[in-house]
Nanobody, 125 residues
Framework: VQLQASGGGLVQPGGSLRLSCSAS????????VGWFRQVPGKEREGVSA????????YYGDFVEGRFTISRDTAKNTVYLQMNNLKPEDTATYYC???????????????????WGQGTQVTVSS
């Protein structure tokens, strides 16, 4: 099983990026998928998650309507559309997948079996 996170880059404040989490070896539609981010020296932070059983969605409080998580079944990919990016969004973003379903409020604390390698997002003018 392999998860591949991609789509990061350098963007100006207020700009947009779309991150992709593609999978091989599993069908992502059957899995709960989470997006996380981490800055060196800080704890990993949950960004968004989509639950496998019903596609219920959960976002971190800081998202404030700027990000959207979605699935593309045909491409076996989960996306994170990020709009109105801020400098504080700068981080390495990771995706993770797990077959078990949890309550939404536990989306970021629950264990994930599979992790992607991370993609760097830098928001700077």
């Amino acid at each position: 099983v392999q998860l591949q996170a991609s789509g990061g880059g350098l963007v100006q404040p207020g700009g947009s990026l779309r991150l992709s989490c593609s999978a091989s070896g599993i069908t992502l539609d059957d899995y709960s998928v989470g997006w996380f981010r981490q800055v060196p020296g800080k704890e990993r932070e949950g960004v968004s998650a989509i639950r496998g059983m019903d596609d219920s969605i959960y976002y971190g409080d800081f998202v404030e309507g700027r990000f959207t998580i979605s699935r593309d079944t045909a491409k076996n990919t989960v996306y994170l559309q990020m709009n109105n990016l801020k400098p504080e969004d700068t981080a390495t973003y990771y995706c993770a997948a797990d077959y078990a379903d949890y309550t939404l409020k536990d989306s970021f604390q629950r264990p994930y079996d599979y992790w992607g390698q991370g993609t760097q997002v830098t928001v700077s003018s």
